[in-house]
């Protein structure tokens, strides 16, 4: 079965912490992993991309990590800010068909000041 | 902001009413979604359009319509909704087909209570 598991489900910080977010997946075939920050009351926005081949991206504070063989990725987050107070989604897509994202239930993200 | 839009923000029906949500895209884009986000679950993908044909129902009761009259447009009309149906309702867009790595924009979502 296709799925998403993230980890954990919520976690709270201080500002200036780091941490990491965890996702795996048992999605096949495989096309590439993202990571979207959903603020409350907002849509989701689009953080990080990675494909098979790619194992480590990075946006600002924000770094993502892909082992395809595994089939795991991280998200990790620098110098929390308060802004960084979000959902964080992870999401795999399969490739195939349009529209065929598997979504996780996201890590809900408070950062404290 | 994104470029999808969304209206209205905030919905408030009984089970006898009809709605609709509506969603634009300011972004060129052929292909929308209707996604429907309900609390700690995952985000369900309802309907996909791509250049205003649907190619994608995941099962949605037929309570739910979906209309996209042009690339730009899209619609949910609502009619007697149960309470469960509360949720965040979502509209994405895209390039479709052209875009392998399918960047969905997201707009900022309709918050529907059913009473």
């Known amino acids: 079965k296709n799925q998403v598991e993230q980890s954990p489900q919520s976690l709270i910080i201080l500002e200036g912490k780091n941490c990491t977010l965890q996702?795996?997946?048992?999605?096949?075939?495989?096309?590439?992993l993202r990571w979207y920050k959903q603020d409350t009351g907002r849509g989701p926005v689009s953080l990080t991309i990675?494909?098979?081949?790619?194992n480590t991206k990075s946006n600002g504070r924000y770094t993502a990590t892909l082992d395809a063989d595994t089939k795991q990725s991280s998200l990790h987050i620098t110098a929390s800010q308060l802004s960084d107070s979000a959902s964080y989604i992870c999401?795999?897509?399969?490739?195939?068909?349009?529209?065929?994202?598997?979504f996780g239930r996201g890590t809900q993200l408070t950062v404290w000041p | 902001e994104t470029g999808v839009t969304q209206t209205p923000r905030h919905l408030v029906m009984g089970m006898t009413n009809k709605k609709s949500l509506k969603c634009e895209q300011h972004?060129?884009?052929?292909?929308m979604y209707w996604y429907k986000q309900s609390a700690k679950k995952p985000l369900e993908l309802m309907f996909v359009?791509?250049?205003?044909?649907?190619?994608e129902n995941n099962s949605v009761p037929s309570r739910f319509s979906p209309e996209c009259p042009n690339s730009s447009h899209l619609f949910l009309h609502l009619h007697t909704l149960q309470p469960e149906d509360s949720a965040l309702y979502l509209c994405?867009?895209?390039?479709?087909?052209?875009?392998?790595?399918?960047?969905?924009?997201f707009g900022p979502g309709t918050r529907l209570l059913v009473l």
């Open positions: 999401v795999v897509n399969r490739g195939s068909t349009l529209g065929r994202l598997y």
């Open positions: 996702c795996n997946y048992t999605v096949s075939p495989f096309s590439n």
């Open positions: 972004l060129g884009h052929n292909a």
């Open positions: 990675m494909t098979f081949s790619e």
């Open positions: 359009y791509s250049l205003e044909e649907r190619v």
């Open positions: 994405a867009s895209s390039l479709g087909q052209t875009d392998p790595q399918e960047t969905q924009y």
